[in-house]
Every structure is written in C-alpha cells, then in structure tokens.
T-cell receptor
Framework: GQQLNQSPQSMFIQEGEDVSMNCTSSSIFNTWLWYKQDPGEGPVLLIALYKAGELTSNGRLTAQFGITRKDSFLNISASIPSDVGIYFCAGHPLRDYKLSFGAGTTVTVRA | GAGVSQTPSNKVTEKGKYVELRCDPISGHTALYWYRQSLGQGPEFLIYFQGTGAADDSGLPNDRFFAVRPEGSVSTLKIQRTERGDSAVYLC?????????????FGPGTRLTVL
C-alpha cells in the first residue's frame, strides 16, 4: 500500500494565486518527486529532490526535501489556468528502489 | 523521439476473461515498470523489469497477474480470469536504467473496465 500522506486532497485556485501542497511519510525517503497528471495521460515529472534540505525550483514551481527526510512540499506561484490537474508526490523509501505515490492533490479553477 | 506508448488505450472485458496489455518503452531504456492506478489514487507498483528479467514482481496482487518482456523491449501485462476489482488504469513507465536516480517516463495508460 501507499506510505505517503498527501494534502490537501483538493483545492480551488484563482489565476494569480500561490498554491501549496505537501506530503508526509512515517518512514524515511531517499528521494522525493513531484508529478502532474492530466486527464487521460500518465504522470509527468515536475521536480526531483535527492538530498535532505534541498530546495529546487522549476519555473514557477518550488519544492523542498524536508530535513527529517519524511516530508516534502510543492509551491506553485502565480497560478495560471493550465496549472489545473492532479499533482502527486512520490518517492523512494530508504533501501527501496520502488516508487511510492501519494493519493494526489486535485487542483481546479474556482468559478 | 517517441515516448512510452501503451495499447489499447481502453479495454472493456467481461468478468472471467483473459486480457493482455502492451507497453512499448522508450527506445534504449533498459528498465520497465508497471503500475496500477485506481480511481482517486496514485499509481501503485506492480512489477519492475531490468532487461528481460523481472527484477521485482512483489507488487503483483495475485497469481492471476503475469508480465513478460521477452526481448528486453516491449512488455505485456497479462491478467487471467479478470474480476471487477481489476478495473483500473494500468500505467507503464521506462527509464534509461534501474534505480532511484533515473527518471521514469510514463505512458498514457490502458483503462481496463471489467463488467
């Protein structure tokens, strides 16, 4: 089963807002990854983190690998309509090369 | 170049039938993974191939599920005596090599519906 707790489960955004989501685990992870999945597509990698404390940006996206190695967050700044989709955290637990995924955060545009 | 492709994109079958799902990885990628994604959930690991051999099949839920990769490229996931609970999107991913440092590239998935 999945070992990652991702929150929030869903969120509504307005264009221009900053968005934040996070992921926690009860066990240590060696890597933290953030993916985005659009309808009918497979997940696409947004950011990969490999070291505790690492803070990495990719355009308007910023993600951090928590110091305890048990958590990570993803921020999206100045959101735009194409940011809608499902975002997944994922990672490799310690001494395990299998990728574990969170349940996802669904981002939709507020009407 | 071409990404990971999966066929069919949709498969509807009846309970008890046999199905095969195909994955064409990115050319040159030695590692291939199968995942299952249920509605509202993230992908869950099924099996990992390094070359032709299944390096880890610990995620396969039971012996009705089997996968092959005979020539180290295309892989087929086979499900016998399908059950309604098998309905899900089956995702395939490939990477240049195995291990956590190698990005996994996902295909669009096959949506399996068991009636």
């Amino acid at each position: 089963g999945q070992q990652l707790n991702q929150s929030p489960q869903s969120m509504f955004i307005q264009e221009g807002e900053d968005v934040s989501m996070n992921c926690t685990s009860s066990s240590i992870f060696n890597t933290w990854l953030w993916y985005k999945q659009d309808p009918g597509e497979g997940p696409v990698l947004l950011i990969a983190l490999y070291k505790a404390g690492e803070l990495t940006s990719n355009g308007r996206l910023t993600a951090q690998f928590g110091i305890t190695r048990k958590d990570s967050f993803l921020n999206i700044s100045a959101s735009i309509p194409s940011d809608v989709g499902i975002y997944f955290c994922a990672g490799h637990p310690l001494r395990d090369y299998k990728l574990s995924f969170g349940a996802g955060t669904t981002v939709t545009v507020r009407a | 170049g071409a990404g990971v492709s999966q066929t069919p994109s949709n498969k509807v079958t009846e309970k008890g039938k046999y199905v095969e799902l195909r994955c064409d990885p990115i050319s040159g990628h030695t590692a291939l993974y199968w995942y299952r994604q249920s509605l509202g959930q993230g992908p869950e690991f099924l099996i990992y191939f390094q070359g032709t051999g299944a390096a880890d099949d610990s995620g396969l839920p039971n012996d009705r599920f089997f996968a092959v990769r005979p020539e180290g490229s295309v892989s087929t996931l086979k499900i016998q005596r399908t059950e309604r609970g098998d309905s899900a999107v089956y995702l395939c991913a490939s990477s240049l090599a195995g291990g956590p440092d190698n990005e996994q590239f996902f295909g669009p998935g096959t949506r399996l519906t068991v009636l």
